[in-house]
T-cell receptor, first 114, second 114 residues
């Protein structure tokens, strides 16, 4: 069965620091990859997605992610975080035998110190 | 376009009772997926409905059941509630049976079982 691992449960950064959140998935076939964000008190929102093509994907609010097939990874990055980036971030995967559903990781809570 | 709306927003039930949660999909979407998000965890796939038929199910017991109506809105029913059913229940809609373009999530229903 497919699974998604997010290595960091809670990350604390100062404003303007660079961010990288790790994500690894288990499925070896063709996959679609997503990063979702959940701001405090709000619903899950799509940050970015990868289906095919350029493995470096740019999303909203200055976020980007790189798909590295050989490492089964899809890490999320941002060069300079802001206090407003405080949220829960979820990596997710879809594909193969689980084509009808998106499987989420356990999430990384990001706290930004002003 | 309207987003995904869920009702009610909060609910308190007693162990052993039954509950029905409702979801209206985003305009133009014909697929609804339901997720359970326990505190501190990522969303867990319950099941998906596509064109009024169940189109995939996660590892949830049969007391979790659902419906999709001709207007693509959906219900999640849970019988014989247990304390562990306390969670945020998320509804997500998408354009087709496979979520290649990601989901649009509602704000969720917070269910507390006492």
């Amino acid at each position: 069965a497919q699974s998604v691992s997010q290595h960091n449960h809670h990350v604390i950064l100062s404003e303007a620091a660079s961010l990288e959140l790790g994500c690894n998935y288990s499925y070896g076939g063709t996959v679609n990859l997503f990063w979702y964000v959940q701001y405090p008190g709000q619903h899950l929102q799509l940050l970015l997605k990868y289906f095919s093509g350029d493995p470096l994907v740019k999303g909203i609010k200055g976020f980007e992610a790189e798909f590295i097939k050989s490492k089964f990874s899809f890490n999320l990055r941002k060069p300079s975080v802001q206090w407003s980036d405080t949220a829960e971030y979820f990596c997710a995967v879809n594909g193969g035998s689980s084509a009808s559903k998106i499987i989420f990781g356990s999430g990384t809570r990001l706290s930004i110190r002003p | 376009e309207t987003g995904v709306t869920q009702s009610p927003t909060h609910l308190i039930k007693t162990r052993g009772q039954q509950v029905t949660l409702r979801c209206s999909s985003q305009s133009g979407h014909n697929t609804v997926s339901w997720y359970q998000q326990a505190l501190g965890q990522g969303p867990q796939f319950i099941f998906q409905y596509y064109r009024e038929e169940e189109n995939g199910r996660g590892n949830f017991p049969p007391r979790f059941s659902g419906l999709q109506f001709p207007n693509y809105s959906s219900e999640l029913n849970v019988n014989a509630l247990e304390l562990d059913d306390s969670a945020l229940y998320l509804c997500a809609s998408s354009y087709s049976g496979t979520p290649n373009y990601g989901y649009t999530f509602g704000s969720g229903t917070r269910l507390t079982v006492v």
